[in-house]
C-alpha cells in the first residue's frame, strides 16, 4: 500500500546569517498552520542544525522541504554539496560538533541521500499522531 503525501511545503534559503532562523520560522509557521504544535520544538531545532550545516559547510543555498506522509512528518534538507556530514567524536568542551547527535536524538529516524548533480539531502522524521 502506497503512503499518500496529506501535504507539503518548500522554501529556499541562502547561505547566509539569519537562514537558520529563517527556516525555523518556516517550520514553525507550516506545522501550526496544519495544527501540528505538538511538533514544533522538536521539527524546529533538528531544522535549526540542518540550516546551519547546509550554511556553514556546504556554503550553499538550501531548500527545506516539509511533509506529511500518513503518520510521519519528514524534514528535508537539501544542499548543493555532495560531501556527506558525519557524526565524530566531539570533546565535551566543544562549542560545535554535535548537530548530528542533536539530529539523532530528536528526530525519529534521519539518513543522508544523494541527490542529483552534487547535492545531497538530510532527512529526518518525526511521528504524528491524530489529526
Known sequence: MARM???????????ETGSAGRAREFVRDRLV???LR????????????????????????FTIRLERLGGVVFLVVQDGSASRPHTGETDVSATHG?????????????????????????????????N
Open 98 to 130: 554535535r548537530g548530528l547527535l542533536v539530529v539523532d536524538q530528536t528526530s525519529h529516524d534521519w539518513g543522508v541521500a544523494a541527490g542529483p548533480g552534487r547535492s545531497k539531502s538530510v532527512w529526518a522524521s518525526f511521528m504524528a499522531h491524530g
Open 38 to 61: 505538538y511538533l514544533v520544538d522538536d521539527v524546529r531545532l533538528v531544522a535549526s542544525e540542518l540550516a546551519t550545516n547546509a550554511t556553514v559547510h556546504a556554503r550553499t543555498a
Open 33 to 35: 498552520e496544519h495544527d
Open 5 to 15: 503525501t496529506v501535504w507539503s511545503h518548500r522554501a529556499t534559503f541562502p547561505a
